[in-house]
């Protein structure tokens, strides 16, 4: 046997020693999820909140981190990186009840219409899904309607999710630069255990 042949069997020996240690390492449910994933158990949820957008004042949640040298001359804004780490609530009032947060980057990517290239995540801190997250990464044409993003992952209860959100303008002051947008999240992800129902 040549010593490549010696070496490609060495690395399937390393290959199967450490695939056996993690077989062993796995607690009963990461177990019970992963055969879930092999056999395709999902579920399917639709999930509707609004997004309160501070753009301006002491209390803003959108923060310019960025500029091109074109941005301010551009009717797109060309080049403008900005963060954003805005309340999710249940209604569209300032007071409506909290579900989270979301953060993430947006990119004003597009030299002839106002279009964003967005890379966010929805941060659930309260209600069935505390604690867990969801991926929103695409092209958002924010002058249009029902803007279609794709879910691209999540964790937590939305371990190895996809799906897509549809997200409008639901209203916008622009006294105090504050918008309000609606999301419509349509997302599968594989149960855990304890949704299998047996």
């Given amino acids: 046997m040549g010593s490549v ?15 056996v240690d993690a077989k062993s ?4 449910q990461e177990k019970t999820w992963f055969r879930n994933v092999c056999r395709g158990k999902e579920k399917i949820v ?4 609004y997004v309160q ?9 959108v923060w310019e981190v960025s500029r091109s040298n074109i941005t301010s001359i551009s009717p797109t804004s060309f080049g403008q990186v900005r963060v ?6 249940a209604g569209p009032e300032k ?15 597009d030299l002839k219409e106002s279009a964003l290239a967005m890379n966010i995540n929805v ?7 505390n604690g867990s997250t969801l991926c929103v990464l695409g092209r958002n044409p924010i002058l249009e309607m029902d803007r279609e993003l794709p879910i691209v992952g999540g964790t937590g ?34 149960m855990k255990s304890r949704d299998v129902l047996h």
């Fill in 25 to 28: 390492q796995m607690s009963k």
């Fill in 5 to 19: 042949g010696v070496i490609l069997m060495i690395f399937s020996l390393i290959i199967a020693i450490t695939s």
């Fill in 123 to 129: 941060v659930f801190s309260k209600g069935k899904y």
């Fill in 46 to 49: 639709k999930i509707h909140f």
């Fill in 53 to 61: 957008d501070v753009l301006s004042g002491p209390n803003k949640t």
């Fill in 157 to 190: 209860v939305f371990r190895m999710a996809r799906g897509y959100s549809i997200s409008n303008t639901y209203s916008y002051d622009p006294v105090q630069d504050y918008g309000v947008l609606e999301y419509t999240i349509y997302v599968a992800y594989v």
């Fill in 84 to 89: 954003l780490d805005d309340l999710i609530t």
């Fill in 95 to 109: 007071n409506s009840t909290e579900l989270g947060r979301l953060q993430g980057l947006i990119t004003f990517a």
